[in-house]
């Protein structure tokens, strides 16, 4: 059973910037996606940024240039480094990270596993 930790979250003002942290434990993690998703008060998750375990990645328009997701294997954890922070960017991150894929497909796939989420402000 996969154990997601999240970390980092927290109150920036606007253009600033943050780092997240996930540690995942409880299983192999080869071939498996991670990913960092988000849900503002009253919308969907929808995803922010993916990693495959080869290195290729995947991004939502509305981050790209701005948020940069690194993994590392041998330590089993996802990074989104956050900057130029918008407060259309506050919302709750959550960390996922996929079932064993075939290939990569962009995005916390199949059978995602969450973390408990970590909250980001972006003040005005």
């Known amino acids: 059973q996969v154990h997601l930790v999240e970390s980092g979250g927290g109150l920036v003002q606007t253009g600033g910037s943050l780092r997240l942290s996930c540690a995942a434990s409880?299983?192999?993690?080869?071939?498996?996606?991670m990913a960092w998703y988000r849900q503002a008060s009253g919308s969907q998750r929808e995803l922010v940024a993916a990693i495959g375990s080869g290195g290729e990645t995947a991004y939502a328009d509305s981050v790209k240039g701005r948020f940069t997701i690194s993994r590392h294997n041998a330590e089993n954890t996802v990074d989104l480094q956050m900057h130029i922070l918008k407060p259309e960017d506050t919302a709750v991150y959550y960390c996922c990270v996929g079932g064993r894929y075939v290939r990569f497909t962009g995005r916390c796939y199949p059978d995602p596993s969450w973390g408990q989420g970590t909250q980001v402000t972006v003040s005005s």
């Open positions: 409880g299983s192999s993690f080869s071939r498996r996606a």
